[in-house]
């Protein structure tokens, strides 16, 4: 895609406690994230503070290199709220009063029974020229003006208030401004119990900074995610062209792969277990509930997960699972053959198709020579009797549980994918931890 | 705080999926939570995607306008992975190996019995004069660097591996080069079952822009965390102000504050069955196990958490937790007598102090007039008998989870609180779901 068909768009929100750290700033990830699907290049998004110079010093800056600019927040009526100043000082347009804005305010306070204070009247103050955009559930109104080839939005901060006036005022208008209605393709390529290094080197040749598709890989919680994007004018065109790196993506990442786009790994096994019409039955231990969480967040489950034990103490085990307690003496409570009994006997307790088991140590203490923490042992128990995996996972307490959930539902994913032929094999498994 | 005693520093984060909205970008925040309550001025964070130039050019833009300047992401061995390429830009200073980072990678991958593929070596590859920041749970190792007047560092975009190696590496270098040493005093005051509005309401008059201590408010999964800050430098003073101001808030907010600072509630609850010398079960249904994933992230838990078992059957409710069938028929799987009947069932199987459970409707299917999604009634059993709490959540699936577990879990702990003279009361509660 050359760089003159690209339109570029800058997003900026503005609040100390944003800069601060005190609040996560989500305002441009929901804006960027519409953007792209229309096409549009996000380039960067800036968070400020409250301070007006700096905001207006980015705002000029910004504005020659993009072609349209969303700032979120500072049209408040507090001494804090800046962001119209800001604008009228990188624009050098004088603030004038908006009659309207005006007639506004007052209606909005007297609906409620108020009487506005003369503070809020900065909220009826424009740069001269600008298109006033209106606020149906608050007093801040936006603003959309020029500024040398790039349009300027502002924008409440409250995410409601931004939700509402970007999605109904905001994107159309950039949108209509788009040389050519370009689209932007994506799918995403999903992929588990892969090394990030692995599966780079399967992926050679495809990640190229210039190349169209681009394909990209981002890991977050174990899970990589591989992204295939094509920007252009021909939709159809684009399509087929993502169509074709993704196949070749998945082919290259072969069984790793579990789904694509939004699709959570416990969302697949779900629905591979509505497919087969099987049933899942589950015995936890370092995972703490983990595993059932995961699947239960996944709605209409509950016809298919009959039920879960978290069996943290070895009573629980021989009491609620059937574990003999002579196979945990014999090989103590973190071990392949606790594991598959457990699985076994969640499977024979609640009569599921499937069990499926987790025991290790999460620590950070509980670790031993031989038995260090992060060994885990995940087990899927079904007709065909049950298999261990041995799992040496790394990080912290809640790493080390987020990933045996995920390695264990992953077993469950192979088992229903192999059927009779194969299923997970015991094995032993250095995972890498990315 | 005059201007000149400011020390500023820029935060900027890497990656695609972060422009284009497909993740919301967090690590800045968390940065700058640090270096905020150390008195540093964080002036900007801004997110670039992968590409080399953008991100040369801001380095270069913002190095010039600040003291310190931490980047996160870019530094994986795959071809999108651009930070040091950009480093090298800006700086002029060319890249070049480093033997003590190619040793590490080797015996990185050594460790974990795998080889090592020549896409790696990119990251043993640092400006020239660079210092190499380790990575103990990763390959990418980190780099800190002078360029003209400013320090810069680059850390791994991964949440775990940036927090690990700016706790342990960054922060500390930046307070040392300090000039004058501010300091800024936080206490967090964590609030779990009031509305935002109504704990708003109780906070009248200390929420004051120009006020210090500054009190400040976020809403987060359900949980209000009330900051009480103040910059300054003497030390002593600051921290003897916040401590009266936070007192207040303790006051104001009474037994919906459940622990201070970094506390969940879960680690709270395990802080009082710990002092009580008390053990827990749980019996879930609703929630899916996710009240068990709750508390065993709690390290060291284990002596405290005996079993939990997931009944989302109502065959796992009378056969694991000895609910009477007759009652199930009689007031619905989703009802008090249910809730109560699961927590008594629980305690008593386990043997346990305190029994905690969870039954309802988490949608999007399975409401009816009656008995609406959002519906959930959670019990705690004790030597006094059971008690429930009628709830009325809203939100999407996982939403409608997290705050029932919340809510189970924070009944364990007024349980815990209240010992003989009182406990949770059965009674309605409508949350506003905030």
């Given at each position: 895609v050359a760089a003159e068909a690209e339109y570029r768009v800058c997003l900026i929100a503005t609040g100390e406690e944003l800069t601060r750290g005190a609040s996560v700033e989500t305002n441009c990830a929901y804006m960027a994230k519409a953007l792209t699907a229309h096409?549009?290049?996000?380039v960067a998004h800036l968070t400020l503070g409250d301070a007006q110079q700096p905001l207006a010093e980015a705002v000029a800056h910004w504005a020659g290199r993009c072609e349209a600019m969303v700032i979120s927040g500072?049209?408040?009526?507090?001494?804090?709220?800046r962001t119209r100043f800001a604008l009228s000082r990188a624009s050098g347009r004088a603030l004038v009063e908006d009659a309207g804005a005006v007639a506004h305010l007052e209606a909005f306070f007297h609906a409620r029974g108020r009487t506005m204070a003369s503070?809020?009247?900065?909220?009826a103050q424009f740069p001269e020229g600008a298109e006033v955009l209106p606020n149906p559930v608050g007093t801040a109104r936006g603003i959309a003006m020029e500024m040398g080839g790039c349009v300027v939005f502002a924008v409440p901060g409250v995410p409601a208030e931004m939700r509402r006036m970007f999605d109904g005022e905001v994107l159309g208008r950039i949108l209509a401004r788009m040389p050519a209605r370009l689209h932007t393709v994506v799918r995403t390529v999903n992929v588990f119990g892969l090394p990030e290094s692995e599966a780079d080197a399967r992926l050679e040749g495809l990640i190229?900074?210039?190349?169209?598709?681009a394909v990209g890989l981002t890991v977050n919680g174990s899970i990589i995610r591989v992204s295939v994007s094509a920007t252009g004018a021909d939709e159809g065109r684009l399509r087929g062209e993502v169509d074709r790196v993704a196949a070749e993506v998945r082919s290259r990442l072969g069984s790793h792969v579990f789904g694509e786009?939004?699709?959570t790994l416990a969302e697949s096994v779900v629905g591979l277990l509505e497919e087969r019409g099987a049933t899942v039955a589950v015995a936890e231990s370092c995972t703490g509930g983990l595993v059932g969480h995961m699947l239960t967040?996944?709605?209409?489950v509950s016809r298919f997960f009959l039920e879960g034990v978290v069996a943290y103490s070895n009573r629980a085990k021989v009491?609620?699972?059937?574990?003999p307690s002579g196979l945990i003496a014999a090989?103590?409570?973190?071990s392949a053959e606790v594991a598959e009994a457990m699985a076994s006997g969640a499977r024979a307790r609640a009569g599921a198709t499937l069990g499926v088991s987790t025991t290790g140590i999460a620590g950070p203490?509980?670790?031993?020579?031989?038995?260090?923490?992060?060994l885990v042992y995940v087990a899927v128990a079904d007709e065909r009797g049950a298999r261990s995996r041995r799992l040496e996972l790394w990080g912290g307490r809640e790493a080390i549980k987020d990933r045996a959930a995920k390695y264990a539902i992953d077993e469950l994913r192979r088992a229903l994918l192999d059927g009779a032929d194969g299923?997970?094999?015991t094995g032993n498994e250095v995972t890498d931890g990315s």
């Amino acid at each position: 895609v050359a760089a003159e068909a690209e339109y570029r768009v800058c997003l900026i929100a503005t609040g100390e406690e944003l800069t601060r750290g005190a609040s996560v700033e989500t305002n441009c990830a929901y804006m960027a994230k519409a953007l792209t699907a229309h096409g549009c290049r996000v380039v960067a998004h800036l968070t400020l503070g409250d301070a007006q110079q700096p905001l207006a010093e980015a705002v000029a800056h910004w504005a020659g290199r993009c072609e349209a600019m969303v700032i979120s927040g500072g049209l408040g009526p507090t001494a804090d709220d800046r962001t119209r100043f800001a604008l009228s000082r990188a624009s050098g347009r004088a603030l004038v009063e908006d009659a309207g804005a005006v007639a506004h305010l007052e209606a909005f306070f007297h609906a409620r029974g108020r009487t506005m204070a003369s503070t809020n009247l900065v909220q009826a103050q424009f740069p001269e020229g600008a298109e006033v955009l209106p606020n149906p559930v608050g007093t801040a109104r936006g603003i959309a003006m020029e500024m040398g080839g790039c349009v300027v939005f502002a924008v409440p901060g409250v995410p409601a208030e931004m939700r509402r006036m970007f999605d109904g005022e905001v994107l159309g208008r950039i949108l209509a401004r788009m040389p050519a209605r370009l689209h932007t393709v994506v799918r995403t390529v999903n992929v588990f119990g892969l090394p990030e290094s692995e599966a780079d080197a399967r992926l050679e040749g495809l990640i190229d900074e210039t190349a169209s598709p681009a394909v990209g890989l981002t890991v977050n919680g174990s899970i990589i995610r591989v992204s295939v994007s094509a920007t252009g004018a021909d939709e159809g065109r684009l399509r087929g062209e993502v169509d074709r790196v993704a196949a070749e993506v998945r082919s290259r990442l072969g069984s790793h792969v579990f789904g694509e786009d939004e699709t959570t790994l416990a969302e697949s096994v779900v629905g591979l277990l509505e497919e087969r019409g099987a049933t899942v039955a589950v015995a936890e231990s370092c995972t703490g509930g983990l595993v059932g969480h995961m699947l239960t967040n996944v709605p209409g489950v509950s016809r298919f997960f009959l039920e879960g034990v978290v069996a943290y103490s070895n009573r629980a085990k021989v009491e609620l699972l059937g574990v003999p307690s002579g196979l945990i003496a014999a090989h103590g409570a973190v071990s392949a053959e606790v594991a598959e009994a457990m699985a076994s006997g969640a499977r024979a307790r609640a009569g599921a198709t499937l069990g499926v088991s987790t025991t290790g140590i999460a620590g950070p203490g509980g670790g031993t020579e031989t038995k260090p923490v992060g060994l885990v042992y995940v087990a899927v128990a079904d007709e065909r009797g049950a298999r261990s995996r041995r799992l040496e996972l790394w990080g912290g307490r809640e790493a080390i549980k987020d990933r045996a959930a995920k390695y264990a539902i992953d077993e469950l994913r192979r088992a229903l994918l192999d059927g009779a032929d194969g299923g997970a094999q015991t094995g032993n498994e250095v995972t890498d931890g990315s």
